[in-house]
């Protein structure tokens, strides 16, 4: 059996390429989630791990998709080799339980660790240098509304209308509200 795995990191981000992508190359069942890369506890991939047979494939797009880090992916593909189940990562072929297969895949999953470790890198740089360089620079995400905002809905709550009220004269939710009022 050709089985597809298709993960994507945030709620916001699409699986339709995957999809097509696993499609096109004959998995005949598909195991989709959005789940970060990070974690280990990814139920659908769990799923996957425990219902492989011998002879299956297992397809992902990208080695990205597959592991964290270096050290998991050799232990998840040593798992799946000892079951007799072969790999094909799209964008690399397909990796078998011989000596070729192995380095292959230790070379590409080593050089996959070592991109996510060098954008992390710069991330930090680029946060540093605007930290030390721009007064402006804030951490974390924008805010959505602004001071003046929040100031007129502050208004409307000192006049005596309900969270309630102010959310549907406002659009901004009562949580938001009641987070910014502090």
Do not use: C, W
Not at 77 to 84: P, T, Y
Not at 109 to 120: C, G, K, T, V, Y
Not at 159 to 171: A, F, H, L, P, V
């Amino acid at each position: 059996m050709k089985i597809g795995y298709a993960r994507v990191s945030t709620i916001d981000q699409k699986l339709e390429t995957q999809l097509e992508l696993l499609k096109d190359a004959g998995a005949e069942v598909i195991y989709q989630e959005k789940m970060t890369g990070t974690t280990t506890h990814r139920p659908e991939f769990e799923k996957i791990l425990q219902m492989v047979r011998s002879d299956d494939t297992l397809i992902i797009t990208k080695l990205d998709r597959f592991a964290r880090n270096t050290r998991e992916a050799l232990e998840i593909i040593q798992g799946l080799f000892s079951k007799g189940v072969k790999i094909n990562i799209l964008n690399m072929g397909i990796i078998d339980d011989t000596p070729t297969g192995q380095l292959t895949f230790t070379i590409f999953s080593a050089f996959a660790q070592f991109e996510r470790d060098m954008i992390l890198t710069r991330t930090q740089e680029g946060r540093n240098y605007a930290r030390e360089n721009d007064p402006y620079f804030k951490e974390g995400r924008p805010l959505k509304y602004s001071k003046e905002q929040i100031e007129f809905a502050r208004e409307l709550r000192q006049q005596g209308m309900t969270y309630r009220m102010i959310e549907r004269k406002t659009g901004i939710s009562v949580a938001t509200l009641k987070r910014r009022f502090q």
